[in-house]
């Protein structure tokens, strides 16, 4: 097996399943150009670029790789040879929207078309399709969602990896260090502890620790601050890591140590909510209900959690209004947070997995507010 992707047999079963999707939407096919989706289906990092590649999955038949010649060597890093997947190859002046249809059967036909295609090449294909294509989300959603005993193992490796480099963390955390120092030796540990490559780096101290999406800055830490630090990576086969903890230089007041102790038990609230059945908006519940009794809800400002894979965050989304039911296979960020405009924030981020009966934690750090000795 080559170490960036899964055996051939892993996506068989999941070119055969788009297939039997794509039938039963009613659909003649899928086109899907470069990006997620076709990495999940053939293992393919192809590139988008003007000249077409897509993968073209009929709902019955077999598939074909609609690929340019000069681009023939990276369909080799793919499983397409394994799999003994057809290959229309073309060459400038050639149309591959053409070959695009014919391996459909013909024209016009209903198909589907991943979110990730680019208008150069929708719009052409519609017209030689004779119909405008929808998004082949609803067809692979479920798939995506769903993870398979392989993309388990790796996310379990990805998590064991991220949890390697916050164990390192507090090293890193010394007042008069910036933000950006901190950063740059996390994105190093990242890759030194496993991941391929570095999927983000957020360190917010003090008052940017109130600001979710704050990265890093030149900002210095001081004793007494609040550090939120989120970071994750991609793990080979491209699965990604996800962990957030929150660190205290020196120890915390009681007022912060109150509410982080809050933050915990939200958080606990909604990892123990997680099991088939229950809706993702019932797991955003349970945590949005245990800060809100504690006078806290309005300092939640985002979803609880969002799934993550091949793209760091994909479906599912724990968030008020998805009436979604968790089933098995399902992975997903739990990440409760409270923000305090100008003066703190923290946040407790684990990876979960839905079993039979509950929920499978990738992640094991400890969850309590981590202090760092000040010499």
């Known amino acids: 097996m080559a170490a960036h992707r899964f055996p051939a047999d892993v996506y068989a079963r999941r070119l055969a399943a788009a297939a039997a999707a794509t039938a039963e939407a009613g659909l003649a096919g899928l086109v899907i ?11 393919s990092r192809a590139q988008t670029f003007e000249r077409l590649t897509a993968l073209v999955v009929p709902a019955s038949g077999d598939p074909t790789v609609v690929v340019p010649r000069l681009e023939l060597a990276a369909l080799k890093e793919s499983a397409a040879a394994d799999l003994g997947l057809a290959v229309a190859d073309w060459v400038d002046g050639d149309d591959p929207y053409r070959l695009v249809a014919a391996a459909l059967g013909g024209t016009p036909v209903a198909t589907a078309v991943t979110d990730a295609m680019p208008a150069l090449h929708l719009l052409p294909l519609a017209d030689i399709l004779g119909v405008v294509p929808v998004l082949a989300t609803g067809v692979l959603r479920e798939l995506r969602m769903i993870k398979d005993a392989a993309e388990i193992d790796a996310l379990r490796k990805a998590g064991a990896a991220i949890d390697r480099v916050h164990a390192r963390v507090p090293d890193f955390l010394v007042p008069g260090r910036t933000e950006a120092d901190v950063a740059a030796d996390i994105a190093k540990a990242i890759v030194d502890e496993g991941h391929s490559e570095v999927a983000f780096v957020i360190v917010g ?21 609040i550090v939120v630090v989120d970071i ?31 933050l915990q038990h939200a958080q606990r609230a909604a990892v123990d909510a997680v099991r088939p059945g229950v809706t993702a908006e019932q797991v955003d519940a349970a945590a949005r209900d245990v800060l809100s009794a504690a006078g806290l809800g309005e300092y939640f400002v985002h979803r609880t959690g969002h799934g993550i894979g091949l793209s760091v965050h994909e479906e599912p989304y724990i968030v008020a209004g998805n009436d979604l039911q968790l089933t098995a296979g399902m992975a997903f960020s739990v990440e ?23 929920a499978e934690p990738v992640n094991h750090r400890p969850h309590e507010l981590i202090v760092v000795p000040i010499a």
């Open 33 to 43: 150009t470069p990006g997620y989706d076709l990495r999940y289906l053939i293992g």
């Open 205 to 225: 101290s003090g008052p940017h620790g109130a600001d979710p999406h704050h990265e890093c800055s030149t900002r210095e830490l001081r004793a007494g601050d």
């Open 232 to 262: 994750g990576g991609s793990y080979e086969p491209g699965y990604h890591s996800d962990s957030t903890r929150t660190y205290s230089l020196g120890e915390p007041s009681a007022e912060v140590a109150q509410h982080y102790s809050v």
């Open 336 to 358: 409760p947070g409270i923000y305090f405009p100008g003066q703190w924030g923290a946040r407790i981020e684990d990876i979960v997995v839905v079993t039979d009966n509950g």
